[in-house]
């Protein structure tokens, strides 16, 4: 159940305001090999909206940094 939980708080969370991108979509792509800033930058345009990456970068480094740590 609580697995469960997780995956619908993962689509319904924005770790990008700007382009409404969701944290599912950055878990994908860090579980699929792409581990660093840039690349998830590339591949979900986050940092490209408004703020320019001021809200959504430190979200994305936890989201690595969690990830390198083995706790998603």
Do not use: H, Q
């Not at 469960?4 to 689509?11: C, H, L, P, T």
């Not at 599912?24 to 690349?39: A, R």
């Not at 986050?46 to 936890?62: N, Q, V, W």
């Amino acid at each position: 159940m609580d697995n469960i939980n997780n995956e619908v708080m993962d689509k319904l969370t924005k770790v990008c305001i700007c382009k409404a991108i969701n944290r599912k979509k950055f878990k994908d792509l860090i579980k699929n090999g792409v581990t660093d800033l840039e690349g998830l930058r590339k591949n979900t345009g986050a940092g490209s909206g408004p703020c320019k990456g001021k809200r959504c970068t430190p979200k994305i480094l936890d989201l690595l940094s969690k990830y390198e740590n083995g706790e998603f």
